[in-house]
C-alpha cells in the first residue's frame, strides 16, 4: 500500500509521509525525555550556554587534530552549519600552538551549478566560509598543507571519496536541516521504483559523495538562514559527503543550536535514532545504524511542539 504524500512537496519523501504515531511520539517528547533516549552507541548532551556549546563544538576539531601524525594522518568533516565554531577553532589552533602539518579537513558539501561546484567567488559558498572564517585566520607556520584541506569538486569526487580510506576521519561533525539531513542527504524524489516506498536504507547507505538534487525545504532553509530570504540565488543541486564516507567516520557528531530545525524535528530525529527507526524520508534517520553518533543540543534552543498562535 502507497505511504501518504508529503504535505509539502507530493513529488518528494520527506518526514511527513511517516507513520502518524512515530510523529506524535516525537512530538510529545520533554527535553528531559530526549536527554534519556541516550542508548549504547548514541549519546545525547545538553549545553546550558551559546557560549560552552560552540566551544565544544570547537573542541572537537582540537581533539581530532591533536591524533594526527606523520604515520597516522587524522582529520574532521565539518558543516557550514553551524559556523560560529569555526573562528573559535582558528583561535585555538593559534593560542595553543598547534601545528597541523599532519592534520586534514574535509568539507561536507558545495552547491553545485552549471555542471561544476560554485566558484569561491560564489557568496553563498561552503569553500569560501571555511576558508574566511578558519583557515584563514590560522597562523601560516601552523595550518595544514593545501593538501590536507579536502573540498568536494565534481571533477574529482571519487578522488574525495578515496581520502577516507586513506586518512583516519575521527569525527563527522554536521547540524541538521528541516528535511532531517546531514550534509545535503536529502531525502530522495518519489519516482520510478520509489514511487510507492522510499528507498530500502541498504540502497542509501552505499551512496558515496555525489550531485544531489536538493529539496523544496533545503532551498527555502538555506534562503532564510544564509541568503538573506533570497530563494532565487539558491542552487537546487549540490555535492554532498554521502553515507559511505560518513560510516568511516570513527564518531558522528551532530550539533543543534535551534535555528537550524525546529523544535519538532530536532525531537523527531532524537527519537528515531535512540529507537533504531530507520527510514529514507528521514535521512537523519539512517544514523541509527553507526556504532557511535553523538547529538549535542543547546537547550535554550530545544523549544516546544505546543501550539501557540503568534
Known amino acids: 500500500?502507497?505511504?501518504?504524500?508529503?504535505?509539502?512537496?507530493?513529488?518528494?519523501?520527506?518526514?511527513?509521509?511517516?507513520?502518524?504515531?512515530?510523529?506524535?511520539?516525537?512530538?510529545?517528547?520533554?527535553?528531559?525525555?530526549?536527554?534519556k533516549l541516550s542508548r549504547p552507541g548514541f549519546e545525547v548532551r545538553f549545553y546550558d550556554s551559546?557560549?560552552?556549546?560552540?566551544?565544544?563544538?570547537?573542541?572537537?576539531?582540537?581533539?581530532?587534530w591533536e591524533q594526527a601524525t606523520p604515520e597516522q594522518p587524522a582529520g574532521i568533516c565539518g558543516p557550514?552549519?553551524?559556523?560560529?565554531?569555526?573562528?573559535?577553532?582558528?583561535?585555538?589552533?593559534?593560542?595553543?600552538?598547534l601545528d597541523l602539518r599532519h592534520a586534514h579537513f574535509w568539507g561536507m558539501d558545495e552547491w553545485y551549478f552549471n555542471g561544476r561546484e560554485v566558484p569561491v567567488s560564489f557568496p553563498l559558498s561552503f569553500e569560501k566560509a571555511d576558508r574566511e572564517l578558519c583557515f584563514n585566520r590560522i597562523?601560516?607556520?601552523?595550518?595544514?598543507?593545501?593538501?590536507?584541506?579536502h573540498f568536494?569538486?565534481?571533477?574529482?569526487?571519487?578522488?574525495?571519496?578515496?581520502?577516507?580510506?586513506?586518512?583516519?576521519?575521527?569525527?563527522?561533525?554536521?547540524?541538521?536541516?528541516?528535511v532531517k539531513h546531514w550534509a545535503f542527504n536529502d531525502p530522495p524524489r518519489r519516482t520510478g521504483k520509489h514511487k510507492d516506498q522510499p528507498p530500502a536504507p541498504e540502497e542509501i547507505r552505499k551512496l558515496t559523495a555525489r550531485v544531489v538534487d536538493l529539496h523544496p525545504m533545503t532551498v527555502i532553509q538555506n534562503a532564510r538562514t544564509s541568503g538573506g530570504g533570497r530563494v532565487y540565488m539558491v542552487?537546487?543541486?549540490?555535492?554532498?559527503?554521502?553515507?559511505?564516507?560518513?560510516?568511516?567516520?570513527?564518531?558522528?557528531?551532530?550539533?543543534?543550536p535551534g535555528h537550524h530545525d525546529n523544535a519538532f524535528g530536532m525531537r523527531l530525529t532524537t527519537y528515531m535514532i535512540s529507537k533504531k527507526?530507520?527510514?529514507?524520508?528521514?535521512?537523519?534517520s539512517l544514523l541509527g545504524l553507526h556504532p557511535h553518533v553523538r547529538f549535542s543540543f543547546y537547550r535554550g534552543g530545544i523549544g516546544s511542539c505546543e501550539v501557540e498562535m503568534h
Open 235 to 256: 542552487p537546487t543541486q549540490a555535492l554532498s559527503v554521502g553515507p559511505g564516507e560518513t560510516f568511516k567516520a570513527d564518531r558522528v557528531s551532530i550539533w543543534h
Open 152 to 178: 568536494p569538486k565534481a571533477a574529482t569526487l571519487k578522488d574525495y571519496t578515496k581520502s577516507y580510506d586513506k586518512v583516519r576521519c575521527v569525527v563527522m561533525q554536521g547540524g541538521q536541516g528541516e
Open 277 to 284: 527507526i530507520v527510514d529514507a524520508a528521514v535521512p537523519m
Open 1 to 35: 500500500m502507497s505511504r501518504p504524500l508529503s504535505v509539502v512537496a507530493p513529488d518528494w519523501w520527506d518526514y511527513t509521509t511517516l507513520d502518524r504515531k512515530i510523529l506524535e511520539a516525537a512530538a510529545n517528547l520533554t527535553p528531559d525525555q530526549m536527554l
Open 80 to 97: 557550514i552549519g553551524p559556523t560560529e565554531q569555526l573562528p573559535l577553532v582558528a583561535q585555538l589552533v593559534n593560542a595553543q600552538g
Open 139 to 149: 597562523h601560516k607556520k601552523l595550518v595544514m598543507p593545501e593538501s590536507n584541506l
Open 50 to 64: 551559546l557560549q560552552s556549546f560552540y566551544l565544544a563544538e570547537a573542541l572537537e576539531y582540537i581533539e581530532t
